[in-house]
């Protein structure tokens, strides 16, 4: 098939190509476009064909001794702070809790399926929904998680578990490894169904730790799946909207880059300023994306 | 004994961790089914199976918020989005899966690309767009928005599947005198029903979840879609939400997707798998 000489398999494949490229330009390459057009003006909601051009301004500005701009925004500058907190500490957790969960489920016990089933449910649950579930369980003074830790006596008073700030951004990282450590074990149990298993056979008649196996066997064989996964973990970390508006709202203690992004566009009808947040998120998940990918690309290599 | 025990006591240690894994998966969903069952006056007091269990709840969320309303939103346009990502990605698939020409793998890396773009960095230009063609408020304009979500990951995995398919199938069919289009449409699309029924799955449940962009692009209740609906239910003030309401609307929305996931089971995870790790 590839040695055909002749054009027009590829003029086909273009055709086929066209109408779903189309749509795509029209739904995510254009409208990135204007978004970074955007960013560079002092656009609002109201009307969005009346704009200056204001350069940097959104970005950075100065004003006789003093600096503007979202660079210095105390408000923005604690989203970023949040953003990577919350991105760094939950796909951490997720990552080794998944792999163990994965290590556990892929036991051969009755039941297996029933397990793989139950992993799916918290994956498959609408996050608007998840948030306002565990909102409610969390809730200070009629929750279910204060009457039971009060129950064991872990506690003596209810907990304001979505009020104060260390406590909220806690409880969103919670929550959201509730959701999606499910999602890191099935791809990694997936991974481990694929493994000889001869190996361990060798390695179990050996009398080599389980321990050791898994580091030295185990670990280095999944690694690739276990990589995917985190990615596609980080990148949605790094963009989460839904779980914070919802959990928490705009309350600036867990404030994501993306809620911040969308306060202003929508709530505070700036599109300009809004842009530009929203311009300088897209270019942190570029760059994360290019640092994780090229330091991973020497791992690819050795093998 | 003493070697029997010692065989035994690892598989009961695995089902224990086994146990406690299923009710931290299990107990949020079973407590909030739990909650949305239980009269409003009981529901404070927390409790762990619905005591004097009724349906008033329900009752109340379908009849006083036009909840009914909002799941019809939903399932319009998670069909629509369905549809219109299926039928695009499976011709897509099949140029990108079975034709080699120029520019493939940048084209493919392109689109897994778009599938990393966060959703607020498309919103001030969906914004225009959609005010351009008069569709703020409308189903229309989220299915429309809805694409960028479903329809990388679906040519993405569709991709991954096409390419599995042995060669023999299209090299009869190319010496039979058939077309790429008869190719596609009677010789791909019936051997690819697995795999688009597990993509079309992913990108149901995708767009049923969707929020921001159904937050952003309505405004009345009557356009409204499930999530926003659950996320904006309150009572009479904000302290007083009912959570009984938004507990019964989280039920309705969330058993038929449990129903379809564990239907589905296995489909869904080789559709999530075939495109991670095939990719």
């Known amino acids: 098939m590839a040695a055909t000489p002749d054009r027009r398999p590829a003029r086909t494949a273009w055709l086929f190509l066209a109408p779903m490229l189309l749509v795509l330009a029209l739904v995510a390459v254009w409208p990135l476009a204007r978004t970074l057009f955007f960013s560079i003006t002092n656009a609002t909601l109201i009307d969005l064909s009346a704009y200056d051009f204001i350069g940097a301004g959104n970005f950075l500005a100065r004003e006789g001794d003093e600096w503007f701009g979202l660079l210095t925004d105390p408000q923005w500058l604690r989203a970023l702070r949040n953003t990577l907190l919350f991105a760094v500490v939950s796909v951490s957790i997720e990552t080794v809790l998944g792999v163990a969960i994965a290590l556990v489920v892929n036991a051969h016990l009755p039941g297996r399926g029933l397990m793989r089933a139950a992993m799916l449910v918290p994956w498959a649950i609408p996050t608007v929904v998840s948030a306002k579930m565990w909102a409610w369980m969390l809730h200070d003074q009629f929750g279910v998680v204060n009457d039971l830790l009060m129950g064991v006596g872990i506690i003596d008073a209810p907990v304001a578990w979505l009020g104060s700030a260390g406590l909220a951004m806690a409880s969103l990282i919670a929550v959201d490894v509730w959701k999606a450590t499910p999602f890191v074990a099935m791809l990694v149990l997936a991974a481990l169904q694929t493994l000889p298993r001869d190996c361990y056979e060798a390695a179990r008649v050996d009398g080599i730790s389980p321990v050791k196996v898994f580091f030295r066997v185990t670990l280095p064989l999944i690694r690739p799946a276990l990589a995917v996964a985190v990615i596609f973990r980080l990148l949605d970390a790094l963009r989460m909207f839904d779980l914070a508006y919802v959990l928490t709202g705009a309350n600036e203690a867990t404030m994501t880059l993306s809620v911040h992004a969308r306060e202003q566009l929508v709530s505070f009808q700036d599109v300009g300023y809004g842009s530009a947040a929203s311009t300088a998120l897209f270019f942190i998940i570029v760059l994360v994306t290019a640092v994780y990918v090229a330091a991973l690309r020497p791992l690819g290599r050795e093998r | ?279």
């Open chain 2, 1 to 279: 004994m003493n070697l029997r025990w010692r065989h035994i006591a690892p598989r009961v240690g695995i089902a224990l961790l086994w146990l406690v894994l299923a009710l931290f998966l299990l107990l949020p969903f079973y407590y909030a089914l739990v909650s949305s069952l239980r009269p409003s006056a009981e529901i404070f007091n927390p409790a762990w199976w619905p005591t004097a269990p009724t349906l008033e709840n329900y009752r109340a969320v379908m009849e006083e918020q036009s909840f009914g309303r909002n799941i019809l939103n939903s399932v319009v346009v998670a069909t629509a989005v369905v549809a219109l990502s299926l039928g695009l990605g499976v011709f897509a698939a099949y140029s990108l899966g079975r034709v080699r020409f120029a520019g493939r793998r940048l084209l493919l890396y392109t689109i897994l690309g778009v599938s990393m773009f966060p959703q607020v960095a498309v919103l001030s230009g969906l914004f225009e767009i959609v005010r351009l063609f008069g569709l703020y408020d409308s189903l229309l304009a989220l299915v429309f928005s809805n694409m960028i979500l479903t329809l990388p990951f679906t040519v993405w995995v569709l991709t991954a599947f096409m390419r599995d398919l042995p060669v023999e199938i299209e090299e009869a069919a190319i010496m039979d005198g058939a077309t790429p289009w008869h190719l596609v449409t009677r010789i791909f699309l019936p051997l690819m029903a697995p795999a688009m029924v597990a993509t079309g799955l992913l990108a149901f449940i995708a767009a049923w979840n969707e929020f921001l962009f159904a937050l952003s692009f309505t405004l009345s209740n009557t356009q409204r879609t499930v999530p926003v609906a659950i996320a904006l239910i309150t009572g009479a003030s904000e302290y007083e939400l009912p959570w009984g309401n938004i507990m019964a609307a989280s039920a309705i929305v969330t058993v038929p997707l449990i129903v379809l996931v564990l239907v589905f089971q296995r489909r869904l995870v080789a559709g999530l798998t075939a495109g991670a790790v095939k990719g």
